[in-house]
């Protein structure tokens, strides 16, 4: 499987600012998602990344608040802005290979907003 | 009501012990399912997939879906410390990993 690089690992930010989270893959991959995981809820899928075009965003998720970058094959950023309290959770870079079936994860982004 | 219910515990077994943990979903065109496994400060790892009603093994871990009942369940034997971690099932309508729902997570302590 994939070696998925997430940075940075964790970190504390003042509200009102924007953080930008970076995922590298050591291969090129069909397709990265980004998901957030809040305390006590489920994995909740924000965003597919797609190469070379705007992500795709699911319900309750907008390009304003989480806008997503992919230049190519095996980098995406997401930024999350404006942050609030409310957006301290787990953000995780995911992609999938080869036949697409199979999930993979980065070891995932601890953001605590103050 | 949530689509896909996992009961987020904590359970706490002693080593050795048969793990069962389970998920249940209201959605019955869920068709693949899925168990992650995932330790504390690291991502999600993926433990089994399985295909429709039926039983997988790999290992010490067994996988068993029941459409019927839209029920799934993971089986862990002898189960070891190094088990201890959380414990996401998923589902999805494809075959393709998009569009992945998870449930909540049950937190599994193995005491030595």
């Known amino acids: 499987s994939a070696v998925i690089s997430q940075k940075p690992s964790r970190d504390i930010c003042q509200r009102g600012t924007s953080l930008t989270i970076q995922c590298q893959v050591d291969s090129q991959v069909t397709m990265m998602f980004w998901y957030r995981q809040q305390p006590g809820q489920s994995l909740t899928l924000i965003a597919t990344a797609n190469q070379g075009s705007e992500a795709t965003y699911e319900s309750g998720f907008v390009i304003d608040k989480f806008p997503i970058s992919r230049p190519n094959l095996t980098f995406s950023t997401l930024t999350v802005s404006n942050m609030s309290p409310e957006d301290s959770s787990i953000y995780l870079c995911?992609?999938?290979?080869?036949?697409?079936?199979?999930?993979?994860f980065g070891s995932g982004t601890q953001l605590s907003v103050l | 009501q949530k689509e896909v219910e996992q009961d987020p515990g904590p359970l706490s077994v002693p080593e050795g012990a048969i793990v069962s943990l389970n998920c249940t979903y209201s959605n019955s065109a869920f068709q693949y399912f899925m168990w992650y496994r995932q330790y504390s400060r690291k991502g999600p790892e993926l433990l089994m997939y399985t295909y429709s009603s039926g039983n997988k093994e790999d290992g010490r871990f067994t996988a068993q879906v029941d459409k019927s009942s839209k029920y799934i369940s993971l089986f862990i034997r002898d189960s070891q410390p190094s088990d201890s971690a959380t414990y996401l099932c998923a589902m999805s309508l494809y075959q393709g990993a998009q569009k992945l729902v998870f449930g909540q997570g049950t937190r599994l302590t193995i005491n030595p």
């Open positions: 995911s992609v999938t290979q080869g036949g697409n079936e199979k999930l993979f």
